[in-house]
């Protein structure tokens, strides 16, 4: 299969597996860590909050170059170099750090600890089923994606309306679909290298790393957001 010339030596299928996982956590995690760091300076920056919050547009203005970054990387990803794809997903986790520096002023110290904490913990058990489980979850997995475009849209029409009730409802929801999203897309992930290996595609398995990161990475961060909001917690 070449893939040699990722790792500069000759590896079983089973040990690229395992090789190119380990890469999709190190990305995922050095991601995140630039969100986390990113979202604290821009939490003790006077001028960079005033900057995002003082325009309720460049907020949402930021929100929407996300959006258009995850929607640009995962279209082009073939077409991208490999440097490319790396700098736009470091793009993607600092704008992400910039948006979520709210959290940091909304939430108390304690309640994001806690959710970080839950997070990990839910992340970690989901993604190990993902990963060791026999089942195929492509059933399951398009069943939450169905759900998450129901979710997107009730939370849309909450933004408006401001439904309590709706509000709740969104939460346990999201947590639901996030929960099953990691155990599918992490065996999306392991079963990429699987189904080049079985039609004698070659491909690059940095890159593969790479969307598998970035999947991982948006279940996490999602993952948290819906823990966060079901602990409360808020600051008066």
């Known amino acids: 299969m070449g893939y040699e010339k990722y790792y500069g030596e000759k590896m079983s299928a089973e040990r690229v597996q395992q090789v190119t996982m380990s890469k999709v956590y190190g990305w995922m995690t050095l991601a995140l860590m630039v969100s986390a760091l990113t979202a604290v300076y821009t939490a003790s920056s006077e001028a960079m ?16 170059a996300e ?31 910039v948006t979520m520096s709210v959290i940091l002023l909304a939430y108390s110290a304690s309640t994001i600890y806690a959710a970080f904490f839950s997070t990990g913990l839910t992340f970690g058990v989901m993604s190990f089923v993902g990963y060791t489980t026999n089942r195929d979850l492509t059933a399951i997995g398009s069943f939450l994606l169905m759900a998450l ?26 947590l639901f ?60």
């Open 177 to 236: 679909i996030f929960v099953g999203l990691t155990a599918y897309d992490t065996q999306n992930v392991k079963n990429a290298l699987a189904y080049s290996e079985a039609a004698g595609i070659a491909v690059d398995t940095r890159k593969i790393a790479l969307m598998g990161a970035l999947s991982l990475y948006l279940d996490f961060v999602n993952l948290f957001l819906y823990i966060l909001r079901l602990l409360g917690g808020r600051r008066g």
């Open 67 to 97: 959006v258009a970054l995850v929607v640009y990387v995962s279209a082009r990803i073939s077409r991208l170099s490999f440097s490319t794809a790396a700098a736009l997903f470091g793009l993607y986790a600092v704008l992400n750090g």
């Open 49 to 64: 909050l005033s900057l995002i919050l003082g325009s309720k547009l460049r907020f949402v203005g930021l929100g929407i």
């Open 149 to 174: 475009v129901g979710l997107i849209i009730a939370t849309l029409v909450n933004l408006f309306f401001h439904f309590t009730w709706m509000e709740s409802l969104i939460t346990y929801a999201g």
